[in-house]
């Protein structure tokens, strides 16, 4: 059981790791730190555990580890009476990650609406040709649909902060 889950975790590692890479535009090692470490959970892993596990040097993996620590993507802490540090994922990286999802589809949702609104004009401009009229179905879904979504992680922006990042 334990060799399945382990088997299980280091495929979601390759998985997550390579849609990190293109997502973060990460290096291929820091992006299966990141996914090793998010898959790892708030107990966090160690240097020794990632060179282990991912089968790289301790410098690729010294060098990748700082320049996500400076990007602040991951963080440290360490246990009373031993000298290791163990990475977990930065808390503030994922609220910056929402607002940038949020602002991005806000963007987006007041750009179709400006469409939306142009395309109406012309519509009403156009009254005695219906085939010279734009649909305007799209732009009401799709916007429907971004608004839904932005409420929906902000509420989840909202259960984080206020669990502490129970993750």
């Known amino acids: 059981m334990k060799r399945e889950i382990c088997s299980k975790k280091m495929e979601l590692v390759e998985k997550l790791g390579v849609h990190l890479e293109k997502r973060e535009n990460l290096a291929p090692v820091a992006a299966r730190i990141m996914s090793f470490i998010i898959l790892t959970g708030k107990?966090?892993?160690?240097?020794?555990?990632?060179?282990?596990?991912?089968?790289?040097?301790?410098?690729?993996?010294?060098?990748?580890l700082n320049h996500l620590l400076d990007l602040q993507k991951i963080e440290y802490f360490t246990k009373t009476g031993d000298r290791k540090?163990?990475?977990?994922?930065?808390?503030?990286?994922?609220?910056?990650?929402?607002?940038?999802?949020?602002s991005e589809w806000e963007t987006i949702i007041n750009l179709h609406r400006e469409i939306r609104a142009y395309k109406e004009a012309i519509n009403e401009h156009n009254t005695n040709d219906e085939d010279e009229k734009f649909d305007l179905s799209f732009h009401n879904d799709y916007i429907k649909f971004?608004?839904?979504?932005?409420?929906?992680?902000?509420?989840?922006?909202?259960?984080?902060?206020?669990?502490?990042?129970?993750?």
């Open 43 to 64: 107990r966090g892993t160690t240097f020794d555990d990632l060179v282990t596990v991912l089968c790289a040097s301790k410098s690729t993996i010294s060098t990748h």
């Open 146 to 167: 971004l608004e839904g979504a932005t409420n929906s992680i902000k509420e989840l922006k909202g259960k984080l902060i206020k669990n502490k990042f129970n993750i």
């Open 85 to 102: 540090k163990y990475f977990v994922i930065d808390k503030d990286s994922i609220l910056h990650h929402i607002d940038h999802m949020i």
